[in-house]
């Protein structure tokens, strides 16, 4: 883990010295061979210096280096016409924003996590604020901070009572004794900032302005890593009070995540911005993430952890798609795009993949982490059913409408100003089509 951790860093110095010319062949190229130095952790337990890697933290810290250079890839086309220093800026941002969620995800000390954790805020909001495409993106960046501060205030607070009672933060130890006496209120003000992050329905109004507002690398690392922090740490920290946690806080947690999701996916059905419905679409899968992971059982946290990986790669790939409709008819409206589909030959074909993938079709791994994760819900209580019908009935209903209304139609005069996607978008597109491919093959290397 050091060794990734002091390679970023490298990285970071060597696009400061870097000619203007190199900047993003560095990066990529750099991001790209650190990636291959992150496989081996599949095989390789590192435990040294607070820092680890288990089957949980693994999948999410090899995610994060897969689609950095990925979101980068993607960002290109509309960054080369900036300011050499702008490039510079923004590749550093990525790369800070990387480091924190290595140290995030592989740590095992509480504080250093809760630094991590609370690190990616500001690269973050300089992404939406910054490279935002309109003005409302400071009216965004608002929601984001307000939100994520105010919820970790109280977690920030929550792990100093821990420590003083406990006399030590250190998640290997919570894991061999958890706390047993912890009061309702301590574990509420303890998950709310992983609930805030994920989010769930009702703690969510910053996300889809976040991303309609944020460029697409912010959009794409967003829904492909930063989200996925919360359903770690919601893992993590509910080891910590795992009796109380069950006993009375995942019997009403639960029931209301299920609903949250299937209110949520109705919400995708009325949205008419490409981007804020694949938004809405990310609060509906997490929202069901969190109530399978609330369970509590191996079977949801595999499962949970599925769905982590495979709707970060699926998400992130809509955002890009959803890029490369805005960049040619410079609209994110569903109606105004459509007929543009006659312009391509590929891409309504990874469309279709890709709803498909995003409305949980099998062999897809969202249909595996789904299937864990709904029986652990449903096993919970079969008033659980109701919730969990409508929102599996109206996640396929708007992947659906997604893919019909932008690829259905007539073409319009006015948004053929580009008429073939370049090879640089198909390696993108392509890059998340191939994970997906190798967990069809192979879910097992992400299970627990």
Known sequence: MLTLLFTLIGISLSLMLTSNKNIWTLTVSQLSFLLLGSLFLININVNSFYLSNDTTSTPLIILSFWLMPVSILASIGHLTNNSSQTQRTFAIFIIIILSALTLTFSTTNVIIFFIGFESTLVPTLFLISRWGMQQERIEAGYYFVFYTLASSLPLLLTLIFIYNNENHLSFP???????????????????IAFLVKVPIFGLHLWLPKAHVEAPVAGSMILAAILLKLGGYGFIR??????????ENVSNILIPFCCWGGALTSIICITQTDLKSLIAYSSVSHMSFMIAGLSTLTSWSVSGGIIVMVAHGLVSSALFCIANVYYERTGTRNLSASRGIKSLFLVLPTLWLLFAAANLGLPPFPNSIGELFIFSGVISNSLTNVLPTIIGVVFT???????????????????????????????????????????????PNIITL
């Open 237 to 246: 920290l509910t080891t910590i009070f795992i009796n109380t946690f069950q």
């Open 173 to 191: 130890l919570f894991n061999s004794v958890p706390q047993s006496n912890s009061s309702i209120t301590l574990i509420i003000l303890c998950l």
């Open 396 to 442: 396929g209903i708007f992947s659906l409408i997604i893919y019909q209304q932008l690829n259905t139609g007539t073409l319009f005069t006015w948004n053929t100003l580009s008429t073939y996607l370049n090879e640089r978008e198909y390696l993108t597109l392509n890059l998340h089509l191939l994970p997906l491919i190798v967990l069809i093959l192979n």
